[in-house]
């Protein structure tokens, strides 16, 4: 079956926390992001960018992931995707009128990823905010990536590569795949990690200095933020990391530096072996919370 919508971004991620004041404390001091209004549904904005919004906390009784959203390059891409959905069976929910507006997006449809429950919206073009965001503590490039743990492994990399138009990057055999949304150029913008029960494994901010990893690590410890792998440097990506959990236990990661793929003529994937030095150069280890946090919530219908 041939793919050919094609996407622009990962557009942002929207977190269930249990408090959400405490939380929107810790992701304006401690990760930096610039607070960005709220929606009529209690969805509280927030940017580390341009764009309308990078992240969303949401108040829930369960922490950790409500939906993940993408940018497709145009609505002609949107409508294509949203036609090869249909054709695969998969339900299409399209969001209404209001909900774009509140979301800053042209038009909206939201799916439930079959494999994991999580909730996938997809969008042609999202608004840039009115003022310019400002850093804080921190300089952060961009929303990164988010990883999702599978129950089902093999066969969620399967329908993420066969269904979804994503291409691999490279693999930590058996355990970790690590894939871009064709054709952004970034290694990963998404990733799956073998599990025993599908959660959010963790939510990446890039940033532009390796000195915000460094900094990131002395603001956690002055806080008392619990930090869970790093810092170190990721193999496959290049990537320089520092993993650390929110106030609910969710796993939040600052990197710094990745590797990019040309569309036309990429290299190919690479399977490194199941081992600690796959992970990580410097020889960190990673704390039992890395990546435990979130559970993923259904879809309301
Ligand atoms: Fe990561």
């Excluded at 249990?18 to 990760?31: P, W």
Aim: aromatic share 10%; with cysteine; hydrophobic share 40%.
């Amino acid at each position: 079956m041939s793919l050919d919508f094609r996407y622009r971004r990962l557009a942002y991620v929207a977190l269930n926390v249990t408090d959400i004041a405490r939380s929107d404390s810790f992701y304006r001091d401690m990760l930096g992001l610039q607070a960005a209004g709220a929606s009529a549904a209690g969805e509280h904005f927030y940017r580390c960018s341009q764009h309308h919004h990078d992240l969303i906390l949401h108040q829930g009784p369960l922490a950790g992931l409500r939906r993940v959203a993408w940018e497709m390059e145009s609505t002609e891409d949107l409508a294509k995707l949203r036609s090869h959905l249909v054709r695969l069976g998969i339900g299409v929910h399209v969001m209404d009128a209001d909900y774009c507006a509140s979301m800053g997006l042209d038009e909206a449809f939201q799916i439930t990823e079959p494999h994991t429950g999580a909730t996938f919206e997809y969008c042609a073009h999202m608004a840039d905010a009115a003022t310019p965001y400002t850093p804080t503590v921190t300089h952060i490039v961009r929303l990164g990536h988010v990883v999702l743990g599978a129950s089902d492994y093999e066969t969620t990399e399967q329908f993420f590569t066969d269904a979804l138009n994503y291409r691999i990057s490279d693999r930590i055999d058996g355990a970790v795949t690590f894939m871009r949304c064709f054709p952004n150029p970034l290694h990963h913008s998404f990733g799956l990690s073998k599990s025993d029960s599908n959660r959010l494994h963790h939510v990446n901010f890039m940033v532009t200095d390796i000195d915000d990893i460094g900094r990131a690590l002395h603001r956690a410890r002055k806080r008392e933020v619990p930090v869970v792998f790093g810092p170190g440097r990721h193999p496959p990506s290049e990537s320089i990391f520092l993993y650390f959990l929110d106030p609910d236990g969710n796993t939040l990661e600052y990197s710094f530096g990745m590797e990019e793929f040309p569309e036309l003529e990429p290299r190919a994937p690479r399977r490194l072996p199941l081992a600690l030095e796959s992970i990580d150069y410097w020889g960190a280890t990673p704390q039992a919370e890395f990546g435990k946090g979130g559970a993923i919530e259904a879809r309301a219908e």
